[in-house]
């Protein structure tokens, strides 16, 4: 079965420091890779990565991916307390199906 | 113009009836999907259609029906229902299949008296 493992679960921080969130995975026949940002509502897409070593960044966040180690990891910079949120990782395999890891929940105090 | 949009917002209803969510999608993809989330807000796959055809199955209980009249639209139909249904559910859609960012619509609370 595949496996998505978040960490950590929670983490609380102050505005303007960096973070970084980390996503191990097992899957039959890694795909992509996909991190979400979860607020009230529906989760929102943040990147889509398929390929080792090469980063993709958007503003304050970026992240990388290592398929030999089977692992992504998500930073965000200068964080700002709009940044809170619930961030998924999530894998796609071989089938129809995106398995989601448990979340971070990241809190930004002012 | 809502991408993925799901009725009704919020569903309370008592055990044992019968209930429906309606999801629809405008933006032209081939696959959509059902989500169920937890109080611990853990995202579980429950369907996924692809061009109205059903392609993943999760060992869910047969008191869950999807329908999928077009591939705009992924009904999902609840029988019998029980306290451990209350969750949110998420419908969302992809171009084509997983491996592509999918739009999620935004949830619909089901609490089950």
């Known amino acids: 079965e595949d496996k998505v493992v978040q960490s950590p679960l929670s983490l609380v921080v102050h505005e303007g420091d960096t973070v970084t969130l980390n996503c191990s995975y097992e899957?039959?026949?890694?795909?992509?890779l996909l991190w979400y940002k979860q607020e009230k509502k529906a989760p929102t897409f943040l990147f889509m990565l398929?390929?080792?070593?090469i980063e993709k960044k958007s503003g304050r966040l970026s992240s990388i991916l290592d398929k030999k180690e089977l692992f992504s990891i998500l930073n965000i910079t200068a964080t700002q307390t709009g940044d809170s949120a619930v961030y998924l990782c999530?894998?796609?395999?071989?089938?129809?199906?995106?398995?989601f890891g448990k979340g971070t929940l990241l809190t930004v105090n002012p | 113009d809502t991408a993925v949009s799901q009725t009704p917002k919020y569903l309370v209803t008592q055990m044992g009836n019968d209930k429906s969510i309606k999801c629809e999608q405008n933006?032209?993809?081939?696959?959509m999907y059902w989500y169920k989330q937890d109080s611990k807000k853990f995202l579980k796959i429950m369907f996924s259609?692809?061009?109205?055809?059903?392609?993943i199955n999760e060992t869910v209980p047969n008191r869950f029906s999807p329908k999928s009249p077009d591939k705009a639209h992924l009904n999902l139909h609840i029988n019998s229902l029980e306290l451990g249904d209350s969750a949110v559910y998420f419908c969302?859609?992809?171009?084509?299949?997983?491996?592509?960012?999918?739009?999620f619509g935004d949830g619909t609370r089901l609490s089950i008296l």
């Open positions: 969302a859609s992809s171009l084509q299949g997983p491996n592509q960012p999918q739009h």
């Open positions: 899957v039959t026949n890694f795909r992509s």
């Open positions: 398929t390929s080792s070593g």
């Open positions: 999530a894998v796609a395999g071989s089938n129809y199906k995106l398995t």
């Open positions: 933006l032209g993809h081939d696959t």
């Open positions: 259609y692809n061009n109205k055809e059903l392609i």
